[in-house]
């Protein structure tokens, strides 16, 4: 199902973040959600699995609806929606153990599986998803701070799929990449959006050109034009979206 925002609000101790955000994430896409150094992208993302939660001092007006329950009011525990919902972040951040454990490292806490060999199906499973088994198989049980950085990224893709979620947010995750494992994890999300919902920001236009299905412009905490990604790129509606993609502020 779409996640729908409806007149969110977000305050950190006085300062007012996100200002009245209505917007609706299609399901089974790529929503890449664009806009200029601290506008609010990455404070909409941790508000979608309520990472925000962990912000000295945030309050929280409006509604998320994440297949129809209200996640601000009364919604899931933390620990199921955060199950449901995947955060891939900037710079990888693989846990100080091996490259299965990391993998199994959710599924363990969740208790999905049993038996082991259930398990050890699900992380070989998982790395073949992110295109990692052929390059660890054999070494699975090294650790992850051995691979590199494109990897790491991968694996930690791997990590969130491992525990079945419906939604990946995706925070500036080729960022901290070289541009060949770059187009490998962008490559990966076009192929993965058949079965998850993807919500990523993006600082790089040139990327949401490439991937985006639908986009969501920011500019100062507000949603400025939101809606299908050729239609906002080729015939934006708004006077600010139209300088904003021409190059006139970044």
Not at 164 to 187: F, G, N, R
């Amino acid at each position: 199902m779409a996640i729908e925002i409806q007149d969110l609000n977000v305050y950190i101790k006085d300062a007012h973040i996100l200002k009245n955000l209505s917007v609706t994430i299609p399901e089974k896409q790529i929503t890449c959600i664009i806009g200029p150094s601290g506008c609010g992208k990455s404070t909409l993302l941790r508000t979608l699995n309520r990472l925000i939660d962990s912000t000295d001092g945030v309050r929280l007006e409006g509604k998320v609806l994440v297949d129809g329950t209200d996640i601000i009011s009364s919604g899931p525990e933390i620990t199921e929606l955060r199950r449901k919902i995947g955060l891939v972040s900037q710079r990888p951040c693989p846990l100080p153990m091996s490259i299965f454990d990391n993998v199994a490292y959710g599924c363990r806490i969740n208790k999905m599986y049993k038996r082991h060999r259930d398990l050890e199906n699900a992380v070989h499973e998982n790395l073949r998803a992110v295109g990692l088994w052929d390059e660890v198989r054999g070494r699975v049980r090294t650790p992850a701070a051995r691979l590199s950085i494109g990897q790491q990224q991968r694996l930690c893709l791997a990590r969130s799929l491992a525990v079945e979620p419906q939604y990946i947010l995706a925070d500036e995750a080729t960022s901290a990449l070289d541009p060949i494992s770059s187009k490998t994890v962008e490559d990966l999300f076009v192929s993965l959006k058949n079965n998850y919902t993807i919500i990523m920001v993006t600082h790089t236009l040139r990327q949401a050109l490439r991937i985006a299905d639908n986009v969501v412009f920011m500019y100062l905490g507000e949603i400025i034009e939101s809606g299908p990604a050729q239609q906002v790129f080729k015939n934006p509606k708004q006077e600010l979206t139209q300088k904003y993609l021409s190059g006139a502020f970044s």
